[in-house]
């Protein structure tokens, strides 16, 4: 069968999904091995790649933003993989630091968390960030400084938002990669943050990379997001992501103003 004539050739060019591999013999070919043995590698990578705190918190310095450091109560990163609970507590000298840079209340905090992949906070962070400065700016939201956190879960933007007496915290993370996503960033949004929150009191944006979930787009439906948990005093399960009118309302040129098209 020629290549045209193969409908799982023109399927695969519509996904990275791994269909239609073909096969040598009994097994697979040698390029599709390679190419697994590269994504598994890939994937690995942005696990155990520590964040350079460093160079996020210059980045998002240039972009006009303050910022602060925390790590979790996880010493390093094997512990961190081990103990996801300690990854969702900060320790007494982060707690303390918080409280010493709270100004009284504000209305959202924002926390970059390395999470499970480091490489998706690296690429993807300032311009995510730089498509939400315009929707921070038009709302008129109190920002408390930007909090660049290491070994982190997304249970550890609780604490953190509690200490800056924040009306919602957004934690901006590194997913867990999968075989042909090791550049994805989720969004975590939980309204009145204080510890013991439940995933089910958070909204989430997934797939924020350049071949998912565009910048402009993710933005978009972040202020979508926090404009209704600040007007209805909840988020959640009970908030419900309807924000396909306002989409199809607002122009084009606004949510693909990076240049990726919407998912």
């Not at 155990?48 to 210059?58: C, G, I, K, M």
């Not at 690429?123 to 929707?135: D, M, R, W």
């Not at 439940?198 to 978009?220: K, M, Q, Y």
Request: glycine share 10%; net charge neutral; with cysteine.
């Amino acid at each position: 069968m020629s290549t045209e004539a193969d409908p799982w050739a023109r399927l695969a060019r519509l996904t990275p999904a791994r269909i239609g591999l073909g096969r040598a013999g009994s097994g697979l070919p040698t390029r599709e091995v390679l190419r697994f043995g590269l994504a598994h590698a890939q994937a690995r990578d942005a696990v155990h790649t520590p964040l350079d705190a460093e160079a996020v918190s210059a980045g998002l310095a240039a972009l006009g933003f303050e910022t602060l450091r925390v790590a979790s109560a996880a010493p390093d990163r094997a512990t961190y993989l081990r103990r996801p609970d300690l990854g969702r507590a900060l320790t007494e000298e982060g707690a303390a630091a918080l409280a010493a840079r709270s100004d009284g209340p504000v209305d959202l905090a924002l926390v970059v968390a390395d999470g499970l992949s480091a490489r998706a906070v690296h690429e993807g962070a300032a311009g995510l960030l730089a498509a939400f400065q315009p929707h921070i700016a038009r709302a008129g939201w109190r920002l408390a400084p930007i909090v660049v956190a290491t070994q982190a879960r997304v249970a550890l933007g609780d604490g953190i938002g509690a200490a800056l007496q924040a009306r919602a915290v957004v934690v901006i993370i590194g997913e867990r990669p999968g075989l042909s996503s090791p550049d994805s960033l989720g969004l975590y949004l939980t309204f009145a943050p204080r510890v013991g929150r439940s995933d089910a009191e958070r909204n989430c944006l997934s797939n924020v990379r350049p071949a998912g979930l565009s910048h402009a787009l993710a933005a978009f439906k972040l202020d979508w997001l926090l404009t209704q948990a600040f007007a209805l005093g909840l988020s959640g399960v009970t908030l419900k992501d309807d924000s396909g009118p306002a989409l199809a309302a607002a122009p084009g040129p606004t949510l693909l103003g990076d240049g990726s098209e919407p998912a």
